[in-house]
């Protein structure tokens, strides 16, 4: 199907330049050393994951039990899901790992949840391993690096008779809120340190350690070295966006996905297009904006060449429309009622969660549709 | 199912508040004597659909074509789909006419897209009809009140071989930037001014003008009288939210749907519970904040009750994390990891689009499920 044809708004995205990212962050950390293991809330499409990872062995990490269900029904086998697990959801991750035989990682941060993940899994009658997440100065979740908490979280995961310690896991989300290289390199290694260091810590007291994860494309990218870190996870890369053009990691170019968005009007006495795409399809992110302002909901850029038109961005959003001011009247002639714009997202993981499909195009032309799954 | 068996996060829908929630609205519309066109982009739900109207043949209104689609094949016979449409979606409106019978709708506010949509149905071999949108006051979209470029879609809606005129229609949605009854009633006259004499100005000029619509929960509340006018769109009032709270439309009480969550974590340093309710769970929507800034990105309350636990709101989200900061320690024992809490949304639209159906709940049991359409 020609994209002048599609039923707005949707959801685009370049294949070619999907996987100029993925080859970008494979060699990334090949070259730190790392496995990667490749963070799917973003995509969260199973054709997606296999451009990604090679083969369904590859470690990924979900953000989800749906992501999860969702990837290890697609056969694959080794899942983080990178947020903690409260016991009310251990028969879901049961289900999952017995329907599937897929290893899924689960999270805790202390030693009250491993106890009563402990007790619900008996009762189940499964097996559950656990990562420690490690505050690593995000100051989201997580324990002190190299704490007396991370021991008492690992006793209690020793002490627990259905659940196995994997190792430690960090996230250094606080590096989205810089745009210098070597601040953001500085919380890398804040990451990286706390990391091994609490992977260090907990084999002095004679626990086990075999997973020393980290992640963040941001930190990813900008890490000096990764010594004493087992595997990386980055998602935002696979598509980025205008939060992430922002802090100067990554260019405008780059962007693999945008919402295809019809001009429905003209508003000439406010001199702002008006477009299909509103709060819905582009979200009420505005992360970019704190170091791009006008980035608002998203930049306005040409179907064809992806390139942003001249100072036009999305300033306000309704449910299902968009304003788009315009410098002078020459636009509403370059852009007339029922013609076609892309909107480059703000924050993509948002963005794309409002679309159960993404619309695959070469050539301006519609050559795929891939779902992906949301909710939980 | 117990709600404390509940996978989290999941919209939970009070049966008995919606109910009465529609109650308020239809007596209301009555005493006004117009017609009561809900607007259904809210619930997305047939069997909401069902409880809020009187029967199939009953007017609704949607947002998008897939609701329409929805709603028609649910057998609903008489919808409005309230933006402007442009060509590349009429082929979906002509399946949803061909296939349900059912009348679709549809809104114009240029002669430009009035004759691209009659070139258009031509070669599907369609017929439309289509309303007019005319500005009241909130310059997103439409043409001004009894204006000459009215008068021109008018006539290029009688030029058009396949499209039918079927009147003119009204969205006060600067209504939602007041708190005050008194504001809101002049905005609500402001509009129905608008519409009716934009009816009379049609008809003086020779034309049909059968459905003069108006519409916004707030205006429909506060309206003196609707003199002029034959029905009223209105959404949000059957599920409510923090926003029409703050804008002192409805009580705190009067919201039907929260968003059950659990403490995933304590954050001690921080003073924080961590909940897996973020920013897709809750929506990054702050509408309410401008006259209620302490709603953040939702109240936080107990899950038996409903009410708000004192102070307690989602002060910061990530993609599946919330931080809600407690005032002092002694709420980690009241409410440990694991525990369960609801969020009242910040604006509800934009909350419920993340779930694709409601739990519906009747004293702490899940007693039915019920399906929701998103997407476009």
Redesign the interface.
């Known amino acids: 199907m020609k994209l002048?044809?599609?039923?707005?708004?949707?959801l685009l995205l370049d294949p070619d330049q999907l996987q100029r990212n993925i080859g970008m962050m494979a060699a990334r950390c090949g070259k730190l050393g790392v496995t990667l293991r490749p963070h799917l809330?973003t995509p969260k499409s199973l054709q997606v994951a296999q451009l990604t990872v090679a083969g369904k062995a590859a470690p990924i990490t979900v953000?989800?039990?749906r992501e999860a269900d969702y990837f290890a029904q697609g056969g694959y086998t080794d899942i983080l899901c990178a947020?903690?697990?409260?016991?009310?959801?251990l028969?879901?991750a049961d289900k999952i790992q017995r329907e599937t035989g897929t290893r899924v990682l689960l999270v805790a941060?202390?030693a009250?949840?491993v106890s009563?993940a402990d007790t619900r899994a008996g009762a189940l009658g499964a097996k559950f391993e656990f990562l420690i997440e490690v505050d690593c100065g995000e100051?989201?979740?997580g324990v002190?690096p190299a704490s007396q908490e991370l021991l008492g979280v690992a006793r209690a995961l020793e002490d627990a008779s259905n659940l196995h310690p994997a190792g430690v896991m960090t996230h250094a989300?606080h590096s989205y809120g810089c745009d210098k290289a070597d601040e953001i390199a500085a919380i890398a290694e804040e990451e990286r340190a706390a990391a091994a260091g609490s992977a260090e810590a907990l084999r002095k007291a004679g626990h086990d350690c075999a997973i020393v994860s980290v992640g963040s494309t941001p930190t990813v990218l900008h890490a000096k070295h990764m010594e004493g870190v087992t595997e990386a996870r980055a998602g935002v890369y696979l598509f980025w966006d205008l939060s992430q053009v922002s802090r100067n990691i990554c260019a405008l170019e780059d962007i693999a996905v945008s919402v295809l968005a019809?001009?429905?009007?003209?508003?000439t006495?406010?001199k702002s297009l008006?477009l299909?795409a509103g709060?819905?399809?582009l979200?009420?992110?505005?992360s970019a904006n704190a170091y791009l302002p006008d980035a608002k909901y998203g930049y306005v850029c040409d179907v064809e060449t992806g390139k942003r038109f001249p100072g036009l961005s999305v300033h306000?959003v309704?449910?299902?429309?968009g304003?788009v001011p315009v410098p002078d009247e020459s636009w509403f002639a370059r852009l007339?009622?029922?013609s076609?714009v892309r909107v480059a997202p703000n924050h993509t993981?948002?963005t794309c969660?409002?679309?159960?499909v993404y619309n695959v195009v070469r050539g301006g032309e519609i050559v795929e549709r891939w779902p992906r799954v949301?909710?939980?």
């Not at 002048?4 to 949707?10: I, L, V, Y």
């Not at 947020?83 to 959801?89: G, H, L, Q, S």
């Open positions: 002048s044809e599609a039923e707005t708004p949707c809330k953000s989800t039990l947020a903690a697990t409260t016991p009310n959801k028969a879901h941060d202390s009250e949840l009563a100051h989201r979740s002190g989300g019809s001009v429905i009007g003209h508003n006495a406010g008006v299909d709060a819905l399809a979200s009420k992110d505005i306000e309704y449910q299902e429309h304003l007339p009622i029922g076609q993981c948002m969660a409002a679309y159960d949301n909710g939980w």
